[in-house]
């Protein structure tokens, strides 16, 4: 089992950028594939990145190809989300998620997630 915190996020103009940071416990880290979703008030929560295991594998949504970032540090049991040229659309609640072996874009895949951090972008 692995238990996961988000941090980073926060207000920010359209345009700017912020770092998310999702932080895991144990020592099987690098055993588990693990994803970024986001939901805004009254929506679905949807897929923003994925990264495998390893590292070598990711995949963004359209919504974010050319903005976001994933990427990870097994050895520091963290996953981080680096996002550029953020969009008032931007704005919602993200949530790292984890899942043993192969990465997925489905959120029901997923059995553990962190709390979750807002992250809000001004016009």
């Known amino acids: 089992q692995v238990q996961l915190v988000e941090s980073g996020g926060g207000l920010v103009q359209a345009g700017g950028s912020l770092r998310l940071s999702c932080a895991a416990s144990?020592?099987?880290?690098?055993?588990?594939?693990v994803g970024w979703f986001r939901q805004a008030p009254g929506q679905e929560r949807e897929f923003v990145a994925l990264i495998s295991r390893g590292g070598g594998n990711t995949v963004n949504a359209d919504s974010v190809k050319g903005r976001f970032t994933i990427s990870r540090d097994n050895a520091k049991n963290t996953v981080s989300l680096q996002m550029n040229s953020l969009k008032p659309e931007d704005t919602a609640v993200y949530y790292c998620?984890?899942?043993?072996?192969?990465?997925?874009?489905?959120?029901?895949?997923?059995?553990?997630w962190g709390q979750g951090t807002q992250v809000t972008v001004s016009s």
């Open positions: 998620a984890a899942r043993l072996t192969e990465y997925s874009s489905r959120r029901y895949e997923y059995p553990y």
């Open positions: 144990g020592r099987t880290f690098s055993m588990y594939a």
